[in-house]
Every structure is written in structure tokens, then in C-alpha cells.
């Protein structure tokens, strides 16, 4: 059966599955029974919605400055890189067409990277690039978060293996 014709379908952020789009050009590569178990049903599509959103790998750190994914997609925070370039209209191309991707797949839940300005799910860096972290999501996990595509990380695997086989019960 084509990914496309799963209901089911499972999206994860490249970088767990080991593709180095990282800012540093870094993987994430996550290795895990579950993830196994996904793969060989056939549940799995990835994306990197900074990627997507056009940033190049390597890149410079870039946090959200005074908020969350939410404010950035209402327009009231803006993301900075280290470096002090505005980046915020990358992440929100690379939301976008994620939620797109998503949407085109089918896709009832993401496993995405946490601490990410695009990805966290729970937890983003403050914007103060000093490694301190605040319970807010990204841009991308708010943008799918509001679709309802259920957003777990890489360290929930259990928690999100357990919602996707109380999803396959109930279809």
C-alpha cells in the first residue's frame, strides 16, 4: 500500500532519523524498537521544516526572541539567529509547508526534535542563545498542534507509540 493511502501515517523530524539538517549539519538519529516497528509498517515520513522553509545546513543557531511558535504565527515574535539575522519568515515557509506535507500524507501524529524553534514540542531555548530552555513549542508543532496532528518528541516514544495504537483501535 502507498504512504499515502495509510491513515496512520507517522511524521518525524529528519534529523531523528538521521539526516544532518541540523543548524550544526548534525543528525539527532534516534534508534529504538518503536521506531523500527513504524518503519517496517510502513508508517514513516520525514521532513526538516527549516530545510524546507529554505534554510541552508549548516546554518547559525536561531531562537525565538520574547515568545513562542504561537506568537510568531500571529506575528507578535520574531526569530533571531545568533547572529542577529531575522530568520522568522524561513520558519514559518517551512511550518507551512509542513503542515502541507502532513496534511498530504495524512499524517495523525509527529515525533519532532525538542528544544527546536520549529519543533519542540514542549520546550523551545528562551532566545537568550545561553542553552536555558522555556515550556513553549516551536512554530512547526504549533502550526500541526492547531491542524490536530497529535506532537510527541523524541524522548515520548512510548507515550506516542501507546496514542497511535489507541488511534488504530478506534478507526
Known sequence: MPINAHKHTILFSACLLGRPVRYNGTDLLQQHPIIEQWR???YLISICPEVSGGLDTPRAAAE?????????LAGSSR????????????FIAGAEKTLAFAQQHHVVMAILTERSPSCGSQQIYNGQ???????ERGVTAELLQQHQIKIFNQHQLVEAHDWHQQYLRNL
Open 79 to 90: 526569530i533571531m539567529t545568533h547572529t542577529g539575522s531575522d530568520v522568522t519568515e524561513a
Open 40 to 42: 517496517r509498517q510502513d
Open 129 to 135: 542563545f545561553n542553552h536555558s530552555t522555556t515550556n
Open 64 to 72: 525565538i526572541q520574547a515568545g513562542s511558535g504561537a506568537s510568531v
